[in-house]
């Protein structure tokens, strides 16, 4: 068994010559939480639709599961939420299992327990047998997520799953998507909430304006800039100034009249500059009271990424005139 479950190179799919998603190159591991992270219209359907064969590529190729994409076979190991999808109404949620449970190919011996359990799953369990109509934009979200894991896929797609979910849902749906991970499968979760993807994603890709931006591990993608608070004596502008081989930048805080020494936001390159900060502030004869680290806000994190895919792109744009 493969430990890469999606490839694509330079994947495209334009629409009357305008891009959906443009020259995606990426790898997605087995058995993580995969988020393709961007804002609306950044293209993240799109690529999903396409890697399951609901939209031909303009350009490019992909592998599902180590087979060409619209390979029959891999298509069968892989589950799909997609994005506002509506449901038969007129059926009720068993019915709407059970139709799906069969074309799936669910052995009619597994369906009754499979079912049980997916409801149960997504917290459905005593409104099997409301019709669909009759169910809230949750409840059809989750009736959607059962949908997508009937056929006990070893891949699922979930596209936004949590957008019609309250903060309660959304802790469901994450518990969900970490059991599935456990499991040994594979989420890959189209997503705009930063806070979804940080709290579930073991890898990051961001997408923006139909082009993938950067991907790899959340943990170190997220790791592009470091903020430490600190309370100490003895530190001055001049100080920062003589450090500045070390720090971005150095803001004073206001500093309260009943504690000791003054109160700066220090922002750091890494987080392993921070010992090296504490050393030298030592070595100055600082004394330091508080150092405590921040974490950049999210929305630092996916802009500083974005705009360095931009200056990249301005650069080239410059370097063909
Ligand atoms: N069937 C289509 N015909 C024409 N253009 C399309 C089609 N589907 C998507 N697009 C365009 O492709 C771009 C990417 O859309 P897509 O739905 O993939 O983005 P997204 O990141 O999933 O956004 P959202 O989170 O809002 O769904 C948009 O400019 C969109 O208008």
Redesign the pocket.
Known sequence: MSDIVISTWGLTKQ??G????RDITLQVPRGVVFGFL??????????V?TMLGL?HPTAGRAELLGKPIGNIEARRKVGYLP?LFRYQDWLTGLQLLETHAELAGVPRSLRRERIRHLLERVGLTGRENDKIRGYSKGMQQRIGIACALIGDPELVFL??PTSALDPIGRREVRDLMMDLRREGKTVFL?S?LLSEVENVCDHVAI?HK?DLVVQGEWRKLSDVQTQVEIRAEGVSLALWQALQHLIVSAKPLESSVMMTGSRWLIQLSHEEQVPDLVECLHREGVRLYELTPRQPALEDVFLHWVGRKEAEHAHHRETLL
Request: include cysteine.
């Open positions: 629409f009357d305008r891009a959906g998603c961007g804002p609306n219209g950044a293209g993240k359907s799109t690529f639709r939209l994005e596209d936004e189209n705009h997408v139909s």
